[in-house]
């Protein structure tokens, strides 16, 4: 009879099933630390046909590559990650672009090889005894150094041997040939605001003595400073796209005192500050100069030359940026309208859909004039400036006596809109509750001054009396 694990009879002996099972168990264990040690030792493997990267030669991982220098007869440019950015370190002290830093560190181990060789006889048919130039991989282990020698006889590839390693093996030969291309200045960075819009969470720009904020809520952006109001949403992703594209023309002698480029009191400085990132990004301006204007970025003493434009680009006022809708209702939510103008007082009130007229005496109003015209034209009606932040004086613009009075009715309520006395092509105009002052083009505020007779229903056709 056979036994149970705790001696009884009915079952099978622990021992014995362990005896049993231990090769299997042993060869399981084997293949998991296998594939451990090659997918986070080394990185992932490549599949079966499919030639290995060279970090994968050399058992690099790309994200543990922390710097890099390359050159040739001494003559050899360095870069190196410092936390957020890379540098050029020698033979200049500079921000590195971030592509070019990484197309020489994990570009360079991410690159699948031609081929492998292995280990080879004699180094000097490959011009592996005198390398003609070679790359050294600083990581947060080590370094690796790459040494590349002559051509295949196709000319395409190129023979790479790491210097602690036998194994000989081939890389694209324009590789080789782009590293041996680059110059340090070539390989600056750029890139003023190193980030894209989506993740630009503030913006802030400060000059004339004054500071304008905006703020993104959701997905909308909001007018903090000088004035909470509604952003327009296009001019602020206008202003992120000039902004992130900006591009160094050319670098100034960071050595001499900000003083001389006039970035010691700059003209205007922009900060923005970046979902993910603990420090703002930004940028100053500074004098203008025959090339173009001074500017700095705020993270590092570089001193840049930007396009002579990059001022106007970026120098925004409240107007520029805030929703210059007056009347932000949609025309389907209007309920009625009081418009008193030079032609009389109009009440309209919507009845389902059509429009009646109910002063300066009752009658049906013509829809079409109501909906494509009337409505239209509030609806588009933009202020061009801010006369005013707040009205201290309704005289000065002529509101104390308004020529027009505009009321929209709504079913959350009203919002009557003034107009002041006109000063050439602008009219002033404030809305009832609204501090500020706002200046239109003043043939607007004269379409929306109608006439009776101009929005009521026509019966009859003129044409048909004639047939």
């Not at 396009?307 to 409240?318: A, E, F, V």
């Not at 004086?393 to 919002?415: A, F, H, M, N, Y």
Request: hydrophobic share 35%; proline share 5%.
């Amino acid at each position: 009879m056979s036994r149970t694990l705790d001696g009884k009879s009915g079952g099978l002996d622990l021992k014995h099933l362990l005896r049993k099972w231990r090769g299997p168990i042993a060869a399981v264990v084997f293949v998991a630390l296998l594939a451990y040690v090659l997918w986070f030792e080394r990185g992932p493997v490549s599949k079966p046909g499919e030639n290995p990267t060279v970090g994968e030669v050399i058992s690099i991982r790309p994200s543990d590559v922390v710097g890099a220098s390359f050159g040739s007869d001494g003559k050899s440019i360095e870069v190196a990650r410092r936390g957020d950015w890379w540098r050029i370190v020698r033979p200049i002290s500079a921000r590195c672009d971030r592509y070019e830093a990484e197309r020489v560190t994990s570009g360079l181990v991410d690159q699948r090889v031609d081929g492998v060789l292995g280990e080879v006889e004699k180094l000097s048919e490959y011009g592996l005894d005198k390398p003609r130039f070679k790359v050294v991989l600083k990581t947060r282990f080590g370094t690796r150094t790459l040494l590349f020698g002559d051509k295949d006889p196709s000319g395409t590839s190129v023979y790479v041997k790491p210097e602690d390693l036998s194994t000989v093996f081939l890389l694209p030969a324009y590789t080789v040939e782009d590293l041996q291309k680059k110059k340090p200045q070539e390989m600056r960075d750029k890139a003023v605001v190193d980030t894209s819009m989506d993740k630009i969470r503030s913006v802030t720009i400060e000059g004339h003595g004054s500071r304008l904020e905006v703020c993104k809520r959701g997905d909308k952006w909001l007018l903090l400073r000088p004035v909470s109001k509604n952003a327009d949403d296009g001019a602020v992703d206008d202003l992120l796209f000039k902004l992130t594209g900006l591009r160094a023309e050319g670098f100034a002698d960071s050595s001499k005192p900000l003083s001389q480029y006039g970035l010691d009191k700059p003209q205007l400085r922009v900060v923005v500050t970046v979902q993910g990132r603990r420090e703002p990004l930004g940028v100053v301006l500074g004098k203008q100069s025959i090339n173009g204007i001074y500017a700095k970025r705020l993270d590092d003493s570089e001193v840049l030359l930007l396009k002579s434009d990059t001022l106007k680009d970026l120098d925004k006022r409240p107007i520029d940026l805030m929703d210059k809708t007056i009347q932000p209702a949609k025309a389907e939510e209007i309920t009625g309208l009081l418009i008193a103008g030079s032609h009389g007082t109009i009440v309209l009130e919507r009845r389902g859909s059509e429009w009646r007229m109910l002063k300066p005496k009752s009658s049906p109003a013509d829809r079409s004039k109501v909906d494509s015209e009337l409505l239209w034209d509030l609806g588009e009606m933009k202020a061009a400036k801010i006369l005013s932040d707040r009205l201290l004086d309704p005289k000065q613009w002529g509101l104390d006596k308004p020529w027009l009075r505009i009321e929209v009715r709504t079913r959350g309520g009203s919002r009557t809109i003034l107009f002041g006395q006109k000063r050439g092509d602008e009219v002033p105009v404030r809305v009832i509750g609204d501090s500020m002052v706002y200046a239109v083009n003043s043939w607007v505020a004269d379409r929306l001054n109608v006439k009776p007779d101009d929005l009521m229903n026509k019966v009859g056709n003129p044409l048909q009396k004639k047939l």
